[in-house]
């Protein structure tokens, strides 16, 4: 799958996911979200956090900071204007070829760096759809895309940097997206926590 596609892929599944953040009320920031100990607030503060990062890796190759995001007055419009940031910053393609260094996951060009927020954005989007007992409809390309790259995450390490919780075991037949959110350790058919 060609790069741009990529960030076209996530550009979709940011549009899903800015009908389920413009949803949520102020009230429903207290919500527990799948994400073990994490209200909607914290779940949104670690997305706008990740989307400026992103950004700002894909222009400095670097981010010193993946947990500044804050949520201001205005969740939604903290959350769109790190969403713009981040497509802004992927939109030159020069961006695909550059190496970023990622958080704590290590140094890659900027395509795998694409890819890494797409799993991202299709997973958090599902976290915001059950907290906000909403439909996620996200594309099913999308979807595919993030399952290959979930798949290639190795068991050993996941509780070392938090970023993901060991694999969930589904049923054969699951959805792409069940698939996809197993793999990650969220169970698709568990109460949000």
């Avoid at 607030?41 to 400026?52: F, G, P």
């Amino acid at each position: 799958m060609r790069s741009m596609d990529l960030r076209e892929l996530d550009r979709r599944t940011l549009l899903v996911l800015d009908k389920l953040v413009a949803a949520a009320t102020p009230t429903d920031l207290a919500r527990p979200t799948p994400c073990a100990g994490w209200t909607l607030a914290d779940l949104l503060r670690h997305q706008v956090s990740e989307n400026h990062a992103f950004a700002i890796a894909a222009r400095a190759g670097s981010a010193p900071d993946w947990h500044a995001g804050d949520l201001g007055d205005d969740a939604y419009a903290a959350y769109q204007a790190s969403v713009d940031d981040f497509l802004d910053a992927f939109a030159d393609d020069a961006v695909l070829d550059r190496k970023l260094t990622i958080n704590h996951f290590g140094t890659f060009p900027g395509a795998i760096a694409a890819h890494m927020h797409l799993v991202d954005t299709v997973a958090h989007g599902w976290d915001l759809a059950r907290t906000l007992d909403l439909p996620y409809e996200p594309d099913a390309e999308a979807v595919r895309v993030a399952l290959k790259l979930a798949e290639r995450i190795p068991d050993e390490g996941r509780e070392v940097n938090g970023s993901f919780a060991r694999r969930v075991d589904v049923p054969a037949d699951a959805s792409d997206l069940d698939r996809f959110l197993a793999l990650l350790g969220r169970d698709p058919a568990g109460p949000v926590r």
